[in-house]
């Protein structure tokens, strides 16, 4: 797993958390937030020089806040809104990193943001991931993941990594 | 001066945080209309005279930037103030996006950005928005 992937996609990841949904990425992770699980999942899939799937899997708990810091305390309360919000930071993280990785002159196209209860429908364990990053949202946690379709060998000729 | 606004964007979310930060902002606002896509949004403008255009580009139906070739096509909408908000990375998007004369906002933003480029495209000086600043006299004691 290439360490500036990692690094590109931690700091994709940190920015979208506090400037859109002012919450704060922990990367000391308390014991709370390593029990808390990850109870739901978004996922954004891109196709461009590269193709392949974000995926952000976080804990149910911090849906409230991060959707009332982003849209208003009482849109915060509905389940919808909720998950909309979610995939809103998905797709903004995707937005972000992909051209951290393949440069300013990349264009990629990135599909609606897809919902799901069961992340490991949308993990691809199957598949390595490229990048990972984990950390601690108030009582919970977020897990983003970065994942390559196919032959690694086109990205890896666009990045260099 | 209020603004009459509209917002373009195929995700509800992200409309609903756009008008969110634009109330944070502090700025004057009118109207406020929204849009799904680009086409949506030139049906809009010809029923409603706007003083901002804020622009998403990636979007189904017809994206941003060919709503903004069309607006700037247009005599009425040629020099309509227009900010791009959107993920967009690539700096030769970006730069065609700037020859046609829009302000680009990445997200995530700050509401102060989004506000602060309001205020340089739409030319409205700080003196307007905030009102006048008293001057501080000289001959205090001391």
Redesign the interface.
């Known amino acids: 797993m290439p360490s500036t992937m990692v690094q590109s996609l931690s700091r994709a990841t940190t920015?979208?958390f506090?400037?859109?949904a002012l919450l704060f990425p922990e990367h000391q992770l308390t014991d709370e937030q390593t029990a808390a699980p990850l109870g739901l999942a978004v996922s954004v899939d891109f196709r461009g020089p590269f193709n392949g799937r974000l995926v952000l899997e976080v804990s149910t708990s911090i849906l409230p806040l991060a959707a009332s810091n982003?849209?208003?305390e009482h849109?915060g309360k509905q389940p919808q809104?909720q998950r909309?919000?979610l995939?809103?930071l998905a797709?903004?993280i995707?937005?972000?990193v992909?051209?951290?990785i393949a440069g300013?002159?990349?264009?990629?196209?990135?599909s609606?943001p897809k919902v799901h209860e069961d992340a490991t429908a949308v993990s691809r364990e199957h598949d390595a991931a490229q990048a990972r990053t984990e950390f601690g949202v108030e009582d919970g946690r977020a897990r983003v993941a970065l994942y390559v379709f196919g032959d690694a060998e086109a990205m890896l000729a666009v990045t260099g990594a | 001066m209020a603004f009459n606004v509209l917002v373009v964007d195929d995700s509800a979310v992200m409309r609903q945080m756009v008008v969110r930060t634009l109330k944070m902002s502090g700025l004057p606002l009118g109207t406020v209309l929204e849009a799904a896509n680009g086409e949506e949004g030139l049906f809009t403008l010809q029923e409603h005279w706007v003083d901002l255009l804020l622009l998403d580009i990636n979007m189904p139906v017809m994206n941003g930037e060919e709503m903004l070739r069309r607006l700037r096509a247009a005599p009425e909408t040629e020099n309509l103030p227009v900010i791009v908000v959107s993920t967009e990375g690539s700096e030769t998007r970006l730069a065609a996006l700037h020859e046609l004369g829009a302000a680009i906002v990445r997200k995530p933003f700050a509401p102060e950005t989004l506000r602060d480029t309001i205020l340089r495209i739409t030319g409205v000086n700080d003196a307007e928005y905030y009102g006048a600043v008293p001057v501080a006299s000289d001959d205090g004691d001391f």
């Open positions: 920015a979208t506090e400037e859109l982003m849209l208003g849109e809104l909309d919000a995939g809103e797709n903004v995707c937005g972000n992909l051209p951290a300013q002159e990349a264009v990629f196209h990135l609606a």
